[in-house]
Nanobody
Framework: QVQVVESGGGLVQAGGSLRLSCAAS????????MGWYRQSPGNQRELVAT???????NYADSVKGRFIISRDNAKNTVYLQMNSLKPEDTAVYYC???????????????WGQGTQVTVSS
């Protein structure tokens, strides 16, 4: 069982910054890719950014140049630095951690409970 816990959400004015953190813990052999997704009312959950264990990153076009994803493999933690925030960034942000329980590659998906980010205009 892997637990994924986010922190760092809140209320910020447009143009401001927030940093989200997410830690994976529990019994696993390896953490693979980690990432952030978001969901706003009436919309489907969408990808924000992902990062591989080797540091390769991928971003949604809507956040490129404003958000930075990073990770600390020793701490099984992923971060999302969000700059120049816009009201349309308002959503619940979910952390995803893909993991293997043994050396056999299964890439199970673990999800956090979500953290609210609200950007006021």
């Amino acid at each position: 069982q892997v637990q994924v816990v986010e922190s760092g959400g809140g209320l910020v004015q447009a143009g401001g910054s927030l940093r989200l953190s997410c830690a994976a813990s529990g019994r696993f052999f390896r953490i693979n890719a980690m990432g952030w997704y978001r969901q706003s009312p009436g919309n489907q959950r969408e990808l924000v950014a992902t990062i591989t264990s080797g540091g390769g990153t991928n971003y949604a076009d809507s956040v490129k140049g404003r958000f930075i994803i990073s990770r600390d493999n020793a701490k099984n933690t992923v971060y999302l630095q969000m700059n120049s925030l816009k009201p349309e960034d308002t959503a619940v942000y979910y952390c995803n951690a893909n993991y293997d329980i043994t050396s056999y590659r299964t890439n199970n998906a673990g999800w956090g409970q979500g953290t609210q980010v609200t950007v006021s205009s």
